[in-house]
């Protein structure tokens, strides 16, 4: 029995046991001395598929309501909070981009645009946020314009600047070039048909291509067949003003007029009393405005007097420097903060045109009086400008002013065109 039980035992191993695959039958190959190159399938690697997502910050949100929405965990979006740093003052409006791989809900990668010329990039590298900032760079445009005086200046500039400008920064100009050139021309009585204006304008083009409000850089008027030029200029210790082609400067000590705009109704002189009907001195200028039209002071000064004066109406005289005294009268109320004492700069709102006291239609009335003696202002004003280009300045101005009028391109300073003095 143990002999029978041991063959058996014997013979079911040799049965189940697994089959040796059939030897394959080798065959003799010729090999050359020279290398074999077999070609082998090579497979591109995979690149990893990524998701991209846009989201808007809203109004009151900061960067850590954005990532959860993006399916970022609290703890890893105020990591990236404190990462960005100024995140917490982002406007509303920007978009923030987060870049992940897909299936992967923390992202790789988030960018944001603080200003229109930045743009900051958060990436997750070795488990943390890791910031980077890069600047985008912005260009100058110029522009240059010619016009000819027919009837207004308004009109030249708008058809000299054309489709370049909007309507209402092209009326901006304007009011500029009339400020600058307001104590040399009066727009109003100087500029004749014929007479001529040129300009060189200034503006920045951001990285998203939107430009900024132009300046002037520089200009030039002909008026009665005299030149007269304005050169922007930035003086040591970072004031910027305009001179003429001299060197002399366009800003006055006192503005030529009080009001923008700038209708003379009535001149300095006698002339029959409009409710009076008698003739009488007329010691001022009255202009012309629309009520509320908001009055300037002509220059630095104190107040004198704010309230009401007889036939003045509602009246304020400004003390200037050497025995100078401006008044301005019939308005409408004063503007805040002005009353006796109170400084005022140059070109400050005092008050807004009206017609109180004895008046028949909206005006201002304006008196210069020096020394006490009221005196026709066109006169009192004309010999008070600013100081001129300072000696040590005098070589900066003098390539400044080539290099723009060249850009301008105008006629080129003479040889016998100098700098004035300053003195």
Known sequence: MTYVVVAGAAAAAVYFAPQAPAARPVTDLAVNDAATEVALPVTAPVAPAWRERVDTLGRGETLVSVLQRAGVSR????????????????RAGIKVTTVARAGDSLPQEITYK???DRVVRLRYLAGAWQRMEEKLAWRTDTLVARGAIRSSLHDALHAALGDRLPSAERSEIVWKLADIFEYRVDMDRDLQPGDSVRLLLERKVDPEGKPTEAHI????????????????????????????????????????????????SSVFGMRNHPILGEWKMHKGTDYAA????????????????????????NVIEVRHSNGYVSRYGHLRGFAKGVRRGSFVAIGKTIGYVGMTGLATAPHLHFEMLVD????????????????????????????????????LDLRAPSATTRVADAN
């Open 114 to 116: 603080p200003a229109v």
């Open 290 to 313: 629309a009520a509320g039209t908001p009055v300037r002071a002509i220059g630095e000064g104190t107040v004198a007097y704010a309230g009401w004066k007889s036939g003045f109406g």
């Open 75 to 90: 703890v890893l979006a105020a990591q990236a909070l404190r990462a960005a740093g100024e995140a917490t003052s982002l």
């Open 217 to 264: 850089l520089a200009a030039s008027m002909t008026v009665s067949g005299k030149e007269v030029d304005a050169i922007r200029f930035e003086r040591r210790g970072g004031s910027t003003t305009f001179f003429d082609q001299y060197g002399k400067s366009l800003r006055a000590a006192f503005l030529r007029a009080p009001v923008e705009f700038r209708r003379i």
């Open 372 to 407: 006490g003696v009221q005196r026709d202002p066109r006169k009192a004003l004309r010999d008070k400008i600013a100081d001129p280009i300072p000696a040590r300045e005098r070589g900066a101005f003098a390539a400044l002013r080539s290099r723009l009028f060249a850009a």
